[in-house]
């Protein structure tokens, strides 16, 4: 198992406020696409695939959201950005908390969508051990079936989000489920993030439970919550345009 950083695959859109996009699980950086035309006027819009996921590098061992956060700095470094915004999406909100515990100094504002900083429960961590269990045994697409009806509420979507899944590999799938499974409770040390904040969650999110953004608002410093109608676990794909808007309001004003 390695504990260096790794060389993130990314794709760069646009100028201005660095603004880094960090995906969730089990997915790669392509479910940013829609918001693309909509901030690259005002963002220098950095989306990289994490370790393990798209066309990054696949390594073995647990996926700690401490590792993934290394992996961040060090994309961060290989672009000269000293400080940025930090948006991550459910798993990637999990790598982006981490980021914010270990480079306060590199954290210009936080985005947290459809994502939570409670530890797993028991039962959540039996069912990832589960999971990768089955992984192993028969593959992704069992994976696939099961969380591409799950991820989003707009039909339209599942097809298309099975086929990211299915893209994915095997021991990213289990490396990420590891990582996620022992990650902290991030609850305790929320309200040391200073930066400005906004907490982004689906009305029809059928994963997080709405409790969870809720408290997460209100335990980060500066933050604000923006619930999205006619959204699931995917709003940037979902509503866009709810999205941008919500990430506009990060761009410093100073």
Partial sequence: MTHLPVDLAYEEHGAGTPLVLVHGFPLDRT?????VPLLESKFRMVMPDLRGFGLSPVTEGVYSM????????????RLNIERA???????GGYASLAF??????????LALIASQAA???PE???SREKT???VKRRGLKPLADKMSAKLTCQPELVQPLREVIMRCH????????KGMAERPNAQEWLSTITVPSVVIAGSEDAIIPPDRPRLMTQLLGRAWLVEVDKAAHLPMMEQPAVVASALMQLIPTV
Avoid: C, F, N
């Avoid at 915004?85 to 798993?91: K, R, T, V, Y």
């Avoid at 095997?170 to 489920?177: M, N």
């Fill in 31 to 35: 479910i940013w696409r829609p918001l």
């Fill in 66 to 77: 401490r590792l993934l956060a290394e992996d961040l700095r060090a994309l961060l470094d």
């Fill in 132 to 134: 990768i269990e089955e």
């Fill in 119 to 121: 530890a797993d429960s």
């Fill in 124 to 126: 959540t961590r039996a």
């Fill in 85 to 91: 915004i930090l948006a991550g999406h459910s798993m």
């Fill in 170 to 177: 095997k021991q990213g799938v289990i490396g990420a489920l």
């Fill in 100 to 109: 914010a515990q270990a480079y306060p100094q590199r954290l210009a504002g």
